[in-house]
C-alpha cells in the first residue's frame, strides 16, 4: 500500500447545524449554521483557509449547481471551492479532498462542508432525481426501502435466520437509536420508541417497518482540517487525526453477474479491509471504539456489522439483541441517533457522523458521552446494495 494518511491531518475544527424540518432556515443560513460553529472551534478567520470542498446531493432544490452557492453564503475569501456529489458518500468524499490537499501540502488549511434542504419540497421521501438517459434500459426501477428489504431477505434465506428473530433484531437497532437519539438536541427525532411500538408499526416494505427506515432531514456539517503541526501552532491540544480513508466504488459485478447473493454489500468489505489496513489495525473488534454507520435502513446496521468484521458472517443478529453495539456495549454504534434519529440531509450527512466521533474523541459530547474511546470509524453509503458507493474512515487521538 501506498504511504497512507496516518497521523498526516488533524481536525482543527467541526460544525453541525441542528437536523429535523427546518422551515426556517434556507441551505444558506444551514451553511452559515454549521461554518460558524466549525470556525469558532478552530479559532481561526476566513482568511487562513486555503480550499473548501462542497457536497450536496440535490442541487436542484434550492441549493443550485458548482462551488459559487457556498462561496457566496459563507462570502468565503475567494478561495477554490469545489462541489462533490457522491450519493449519499458525498460528505465522506468532501473530507477525503480536503484532507488529501492538505496532507499534500497543497494547502495549509481546508474546509469541507455537505448540506441538504429537502423538507421544502413536500416530498415525503427523497426527491426524483435522473439517473442518465440509459440506465433506465437495463436498470431496475425500484425505491430505496424495497431494494433495503431485498437485503434482508437474502441475509435471512443465506443464514437461515428466523423472519421473527430477524425483525426482533432488525427492530433492536431502531430502539437503539431512538434511545441515543434522545439524548442529542440536533437530533431531528429525539424520542425513544419501545419494541412494541416498533413490531406493531406500519410496513414500508417487508420486513422493514416505519420505524426501520430513516427520514430525509434538513441540515448542514462542516469540518476544518490542517495538520497536526498547524494545529499545535495555534494552540491545539489532544488532536483528533485521520487514520484512514477508503472509498470502495461498484464496478457492476454485484448486479450484472449471478455471484453475488444480495445478503452483504461487496464494497463496504472492501473499503473496510482497505482502510483497517491503511490504519494499521489488525483486529477492528480491538482497535475501534465506536463506530457511526450509514443505517438508513435498520437492516444496514445490523448486515454492516459484518462488512466491517465487528460480527462473524451471519452472527449479528445475535450481537445485536445482546446489546454488542448499544451505548455500554462492546463497540457502541450510532451514539448520536445516527441516519436513523439524528436524521439524514445526504450531502451532509457524511461529516455529521465524523462530528459526533470527534465530539466523543475530545470528550465533549454530553449526556451521550463515552467512556475513554481512542478511535472511531465511520461507514458512509451512497446507493443502494447492488450499485453503490462505500466510503470508510477512521480517525483517533494522535498517535493511537
Request: net charge negative.
Amino acid at each position: 500500500m501506498a504511504q497512507g494518511i496516518k497521523d498526516k491531518v488533524a481536525i482543527l475544527g467541526m460544525g453541525c447545524s441542528k437536523f429535523g424540518e427546518r422551515w426556517d432556515a434556507s441551505p444558506e443560513d444551514l451553511m452559515l449554521e454549521a461554518y460558524n460553529e466549525a470556525m469558532a472551534d478552530a479559532g481561526i478567520a476566513p482568511e487562513q483557509l486555503g480550499a473548501a470542498w462542497f457536497s450536496t446531493h440535490m442541487d436542484d432544490v434550492g441549493t443550485g449547481r458548482g462551488g459559487t452557492p457556498m462561496g457566496i453564503a459563507l462570502r468565503l475569501p475567494n478561495i477554490g471551492v469545489t462541489r462533490v456529489e457522491n450519493f449519499c458518500a458525498g460528505g465522506s468524499e468532501a473530507v477525503r479532498a480536503a484532507v488529501y490537499a492538505v496532507a499534500a501540502g497543497a494547502c495549509d488549511i481546508a474546509l469541507a462542508l455537505g448540506v441538504e434542504k429537502l423538507k421544502d419540497t413536500g416530498y415525503g421521501g427523497l426527491p426524483m432525481a435522473t439517473v442518465g438517459t440509459y440506465i433506465p434500459q437495463w436498470y431496475p426501477n425500484a425505491v430505496a426501502p424495497a431494494n433495503f428489504a431485498q437485503l434482508a431477505t437474502a441475509y435471512r434465506a443465506k443464514h437461515g435466520v428466523d423472519a421473527a428473530l430477524l425483525k426482533r433484531a432488525i427492530s433492536h437497532v431502531s430502539i437503539k437509536s431512538h434511545a441515543n437519539g434522545a439524548k442529542n438536541p440536533k437530533a431531528h427525532l429525539q424520542k425513544p420508541i419501545t419494541e412494541e411500538q416498533c413490531l406493531k408499526a406500519p410496513t414500508i416494505a417487508a420486513p422493514l417497518g416505519l420505524f426501520d427506515c430513516c427520514g430525509v432531514s434538513d441540515g448542514a456539517a462542516a469540518v476544518i482540517v490542517t495538520t497536526p503541526e498547524i494545529a499545535r501552532s495555534l494552540g491545539k491540544t489532544d488532536l483528533v487525526t485521520f487514520k484512514a480513508l477508503q472509498i470502495a466504488t461498484s464496478n457492476g459485478w454485484e448486479l450484472q453477474s449471478s455471484e453475488w447473493d444480495g445478503s452483504y454489500v461487496h464494497t463496504a468489505r472492501i473499503a473496510a479491509r482497505r482502510a483497517y489496513a491503511e490504519a494499521g489495525i489488525a483486529d477492528p473488534r480491538t482497535g475501534i471504539s465506536m463506530t457511526e454507520v450509514h443505517d438508513c435502513f435498520s437492516i444496514t446496521e445490523l448486515v454492516t456489522m459484518e462488512d466491517l468484521g465487528l460480527s462473524d458472517e451471519g452472527r449479528a443478529v445475535y450481537d445485536v439483541l445482546d446489546g454488542d453495539f448499544d451505548a455500554e456495549g462492546r463497540v457502541p454504534c450510532q451514539i448520536d441517533g445516527g441516519l436513523k434519529c439524528f436524521g439524514h440531509p445526504v450531502g451532509a450527512s457524511g461529516i455529521r457522523m465524523l462530528y459526533e466521533i470527534y465530539l466523543q474523541l475530545q470528550g465533549r459530547a454530553g449526556a451521550r458521552q463515552l467512556s475513554n474511546p481512542k478511535t472511531g470509524l465511520i461507514h458512509n453509503l451512497g446507493g443502494q446494495p447492488s450499485q453503490n458507493v462505500c466510503a470508510v474512515s477512521i480517525v483517533g487521538l494522535e498517535g493511537v
